[in-house]
């Protein structure tokens, strides 16, 4: 498992996050392992195989500063057009579906890579209030659900897709409002500030429930307890807000936490351990194109393993 064998969590964590309990753990996992330094700089290296390789490279890295350092702007349609961008956008294509077409445990690789891409999408949608890109996240999930025997999910989320679908028909003035970013809620003006609905009652009811003077810690789940509690909540939330502003409490930064120099540090350490681990372990090197195998411990698949659940032992 490159998670622990590569040191970025220890064991307990590991389990915590493959059994969704520790989600963002998960999720900074997942990206770190399909980021441009691991799976995607691998097909890179296939796509762009010759003596241009390391110039081409070198070209998208500069660039990529420019971007980062707001020299260009990454909207700029001549960027798409340069001769680097444009030999990855003919020839990265071609190789992925050879490999997919040709070798099996490649394809389930590259599978890997696709969904962790549409989880970036939905979480960029939720976070930046983009309402055509929920929805298309949300639909490119509707397989996943149901190859992973979530089937009440795939249900719901189909009806749900197909209900928001057809809003621009049934009830524009609700789509305007959404398409407006009103889909999410914001507790700040920040870009990367808007939160799903869930993640608002985990971060702020249930933290309230859960904390000291809260309902499991102090008063009691009584029925008087949890009237008086839920009754009074909105105005103690006035209060609380109106101490953190007396206080000078609220962060006024505009910058989110994970780009913070100490997080931005410790991934670019963990991108270089998965890289050299994905260099040793190459998910594109194996000849047989039958059989999922085991990157680092060469174990192939029985056959009704491949059938259900893929050998994703190295993933996690």
Same mark, same amino acid.
């Given at each position: 498992?490159?998670?622990?064998?590569?040191?970025?969590?220890?064991?307990?964590?590991?389990?915590?996050?493959?059994?969704?309990?520790?989600?963002?753990?998960?999720?900074?996992?997942?990206?770190?392992?399909?980021?441009?330094?691991?799976?995607?700089?691998?097909?890179?290296?296939?796509?762009?195989?010759?003596?241009?390789?390391?110039?081409?490279?070198?070209?998208?890295?500069?660039?990529?500063?420019?971007?980062?350092?707001?020299?260009?702007?990454?909207?700029?349609?001549?960027?798409?057009?340069?001769?680097?961008?444009?030999?990855?956008?003919?020839?990265? #294509?071609?190789?992925?579906?050879?490999?997919?077409?040709?070798? +099996?445990?490649?394809?389930?690789?590259?599978?890997?890579?696709?969904?962790?891409?549409?989880?970036?999408?939905?979480?960029?949608?939720?976070?930046?209030?983009?309402?055509?890109?929920?929805?298309?996240?949300?639909?490119?999930?509707?397989?996943?659900?149901?190859?992973?025997?979530?089937?009440?999910?795939?249900?719901?989320?189909?009806?749900?897709?197909?209900?928001? +679908?057809?809003?621009?028909?049934?009830? #524009?003035?609700?789509?305007?409002?959404?398409?407006?970013?009103?889909?999410?809620?914001?507790?700040?003006?920040?870009?990367?500030?808007?939160?799903?609905?869930?993640?608002?009652?985990?971060?702020?009811?249930?933290?309230?429930?859960?904390?000291?003077?809260?309902?499991?810690?102090?008063?009691?789940?009584?029925?008087?307890?949890?009237?008086?509690?839920?009754?009074?909540?909105?105005?103690?939330?006035?209060?609380?807000?109106?101490?953190?502003?007396?206080?000078?409490?609220?962060?006024?930064?505009?910058?989110?936490?994970?780009?913070?120099?100490?997080?931005?540090?410790?991934?670019?350490?963990?991108?270089?351990?998965?890289?050299?681990?994905?260099?040793?372990?190459? #998910?594109?090197?194996?000849?047989?194109?039958?059989?999922?195998?085991?990157?680092?411990?060469?174990?192939?698949?029985? #056959?009704?393993?491949?059938?259900?659940?893929?050998?994703?032992?190295?993933?996690?």
């Amino acid at each position: 498992m490159i998670w622990s064998q590569k040191k970025l969590y220890g064991s307990n964590t590991v389990d915590h996050a493959m059994s969704v309990k520790a989600f963002a753990r998960a999720v900074r996992g997942h990206v770190i392992v399909q980021e441009q330094d691991a799976i995607v700089q691998l097909l890179l290296q296939r796509a762009l195989n010759g003596e241009c390789h390391a110039e081409v490279i070198n070209s998208l890295q500069v660039l990529y500063g420019r971007v980062w350092t707001d020299k260009v702007v990454v909207d700029d349609c001549t960027l798409l057009e340069s001769e680097d961008m444009n030999l990855i956008t003919s020839e990265l #294509p071609s190789v992925v579906c050879m490999l997919s077409a040709q070798l +099996r445990t490649s394809k389930l690789w590259i599978q890997y890579v696709h969904y962790v891409d549409i989880m970036k999408l939905f979480i960029y949608a939720e976070r930046t209030s983009d309402w055509y890109l929920h929805l298309y996240a949300s639909e490119s999930m509707l397989n996943l659900f149901a190859a992973t025997r979530h089937f009440h999910y795939a249900k719901a989320c189909r009806i749900y897709v197909q209900q928001m +679908r057809a809003l621009s028909s049934e009830q #524009p003035d609700l789509l305007e409002h959404f398409v407006n970013g009103k889909q999410s809620i914001r507790r700040s003006d920040r870009l990367w500030a808007s939160l799903s609905s869930d993640h608002v009652i985990e971060q702020t009811l249930m933290k309230s429930v859960k904390g000291r003077g809260g309902l499991t810690h102090g008063r009691g789940m009584h029925d008087s307890a949890r009237h008086t509690w839920t009754s009074t909540l909105s105005i103690f939330a006035g209060f609380h807000f109106a101490m953190m502003k007396l206080n000078n409490l609220f962060d006024s930064s505009d910058d989110h936490v994970e780009i913070g120099s100490a997080r931005m540090k410790r991934d670019v350490a963990d991108l270089a351990k998965v890289k050299v681990y994905l260099i040793d372990n190459d #998910p594109f090197r194996f000849s047989d194109s039958e059989n999922l195998i085991g990157l680092s411990s060469g174990v192939v698949a029985r #056959p009704h393993d491949s059938d259900t659940c893929g050998n994703a032992e190295d993933v996690g």
